[in-house]
DNA sequence: AAACCCTTGTGCAAACAATCACATAATAAA
DNA sequence: TTTATTATGTGATTGTTTGCACAAGGGTTT
């Protein structure tokens, strides 16, 4: 179980496993094969096995995988045993969605704090309960809130600073929004959620289609 | 120039470098090397050059590539010079931030009609001019306004009904926001934008460095 | 016009990832 | 107990992507 040599894609996968297997668990399904696994998700059943195989042998020959005890294993692979408490930067048009979503929190994703530095905003109250700080505090807050992930929805503009104070609080891990490349420095992770970029994906393949 | 054996990562970073690029030309930049450039984008000098040498050579030796015509070049293979027309499905929370963005229409992507099926939402108009549009209307809507891409942003439950009903309206390709791995048929082509995996991605490293 | 930078464009090898194909093991049926 | 059936786990294979290293070529200086 060498965990350095794992493909990065095969945890992007076990991320679509887990959200398939819990679509089964609440279909009442109780046993599931890689090859009607892998069609949910959209791979090869060769592929399932050998993303699974990397950590163990959690199948029965012959018969399947049992989904409630597969999604578990799975779950404590990815670190999903527990809870994440996260922190937003910019509470926008988008940080607003975000905050609004409560699907993050049944996955164990939980925003406990909300930063911005518009006075307009500083010291309001979310419906979804957080008060807004201001960005001065994210130091004390993070540490008293044992933040794990920063949230970055700040502009563009914003954001490579907006990183900057979020590793000096001590954070590890960012899930950046905005539209730019982050510089991290070794061993902090970024994340980017890159709408644009998907939108180029798509319209070059349309363009070479029409070609 | 064969199209076909293009790696789908080279098209994904296309898109970064026409970003920085932007970015280099607001600032004035004239000329940039492949290091620098790379550097911006967080990846490899040699694979910038090889990238952009699938599609042809743009650069001078020596001396490096002109910001200006690389830009250009790039939005070309891209098919970003021109504009592309987008309908949005499903204005929740998330949909509402999406339609306020107004960078999207700067790049030249526009939601051009908005739909939802809540009969409190259809018929109001949204302060960025659209009407929100009832599904019904979607057929006919999706060919008078001759629109490209679709955006789904409804509840996971009904991403996979929704797209059906935006391919039988004619549309080649989809942006998904829903948690759920969409079947498409052959030659129609869909992103997904999923934040649930980033964070499980963050996770997993957080889960490793730990141990 | 020769010598010297400098940075591109690319052949090639290495690393990484996906897929095939089958031995292996569990279960059910005969 | 034997045979048939089924689907896992994995070695071998194929395919793809990345990165090194350097020849090629444009520009500049002497
Ligand atoms: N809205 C979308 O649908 C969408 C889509 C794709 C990408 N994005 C990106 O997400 C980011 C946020 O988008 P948005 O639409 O919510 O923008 P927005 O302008 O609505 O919100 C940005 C928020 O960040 C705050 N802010 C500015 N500087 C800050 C700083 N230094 N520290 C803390 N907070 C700061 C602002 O006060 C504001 O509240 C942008 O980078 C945008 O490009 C948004
Ligand atoms: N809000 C977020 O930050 C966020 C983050 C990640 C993923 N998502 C995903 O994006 C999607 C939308 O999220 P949201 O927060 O905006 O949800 P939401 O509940 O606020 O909005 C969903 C909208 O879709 C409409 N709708 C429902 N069924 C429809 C149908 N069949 N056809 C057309 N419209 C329909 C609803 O009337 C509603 O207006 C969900 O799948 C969600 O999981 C949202």
Known sequence: MKFSKIPSATITRLSLYSRALEELLQEHV??????????????????????LAYFGEFGVRGVGYFVKELLFEIKKILGLNRRWRMALVGIGNLGLALVAHDNFVKQGYEFVAVFDVDPKKVGRRLPSGQTIYHMDELPTVVKDKKIDIGVIATPA?????????????????????APVQIQMPEGYIVENVDFTVKLDNLAYHLTMEAV
Do not use: H, W, Y
Request: hydrophobic share 45%; net charge positive; proline share 2%.
């Open 30 to 51: 109780n046993i599931i094969a890689s090859d009607k696994l892998a069609q949910k998700c959209g791979v090869n059943p060769a592929q399932v096995r050998k993303d």
């Open 157 to 177: 503009s914003q954001a490579q600073a907006t990183a900057r104070l979020l590793i000096e609080a001590g954070i590890k891990a960012i899930l950046n929004f």
